[in-house]
């Protein structure tokens, strides 16, 4: 009984925290893209100098954005194929994803 106990535990204490990574996920791209919309954008259509400064403090914002919906679309899909996803599910998604050759790259020169 005491380990059929223990291992519900785990299993919710996995299913909680899967939920927030996605939450956390979903939440971050909704800021990055508010990021750009009520920031980035405006600045880079303004004056040189506004285009220049939009540079600087956004730095590829529009390629960050890319690189979260594609995350948080994997992620949904995930989700829906399998309700239960583990955390290890999650791991391995999140590994194939940094170990790809092109974006590890891009990865590194931005950040």
């Given at each position: ?9 785990d299993?919710?204490?996995?299913i909680r ?6 939450y956390t ?8 893209k508010l ?25 590829q ?20 194929e ?10 391995e998604?999140l ?17």
């Amino acid at each position: 009984m005491n380990s059929r106990l223990v291992l519900e535990f785990d299993r919710l204490c996995n299913i909680r925290s899967v939920a927030e990574l996605f939450y956390t996920e979903k939440s971050h791209l909704r800021n990055l893209k508010l990021l750009d919309e009520l920031f980035h954008r405006p600045m880079a259509s303004g004056e040189p100098r506004l285009r220049e400064l939009a540079d600087i403090v956004f730095p590829q914002l529009p390629a960050l954005i890319k690189i979260h919906c594609e995350l948080n679309s994997e992620m949904k899909k995930k989700m829906k194929e399998n309700p239960l996803i583990s955390v290890k599910d999650v791991s391995e998604m999140l590994l194939r994803r940094v170990s790809d050759q092109h974006q590890c790259q891009w990865l590194q020169h931005h950040y």
